[in-house]
C-alpha cells in the first residue's frame, strides 16, 4: 500500500459493510496472498482505526502486532508496513481531531 487517503476509504468503506451485516457480531475476513504481510497491516490498521473512533486513544501498534503475531506467525511481514501501519493510524488521528477543531470553532 501507498495511499494512506485511498486505504482509510478502503477502510470506511468495509466498515459500512460490516455495519450492514444482520449480525454484527461475526467477524470481517481478510486474507491476502499467505496471510500475515497485507492481512497485517490492514489488520492493525483497522484496529488503531477504531480505537481511536470508540475514543480509546492510540494503540500501541508494536504491541498490537506482537499479540496478533501469537495467533499468526509474520503479522506485518516488513519494515515499510510497519511505517505505513503508522502513517495510516496517525493521518486518521489528525482528520479525528480537525473535525474536532472545526466543531468547536478552533480550526
Known amino acids: 500500500p501507498t495511499n494512506v487517503d485511498g486505504l482509510l476509504e478502503f477502510m470506511s468503506q468495509v466498515h459500512c459493510l460490516y455495519l450492514q451485516q444482520r449480525n454484527i457480531m461475526k467477524p470481517i475476513v481478510v486474507h491476502c496472498s499467505n496471510g500475515s504481510g497485507r492481512t ?13 473512533n470508540r475514543g480509546h486513544g492510540v494503540i500501541d501498534v508494536c504491541d498490537v502486532i506482537k499479540q496478533m503475531r501469537l495467533q499468526r506467525k509474520y503479522f506485518v511481514q516488513y519494515d515499510r508496513q510497519l511505517k505505513f501501519c503508522y502513517q495510516v493510524i496517525l493521518a486518521h488521528c489528525f482528520s479525528v481531531l480537525k473535525k474536532c477543531y472545526s466543531y468547536f470553532g478552533l480550526f
Open 40 to 52: 497485517g497491516t490492514f489488520t492493525v490498521i483497522y484496529t488503531g482505526v477504531e480505537e481511536v
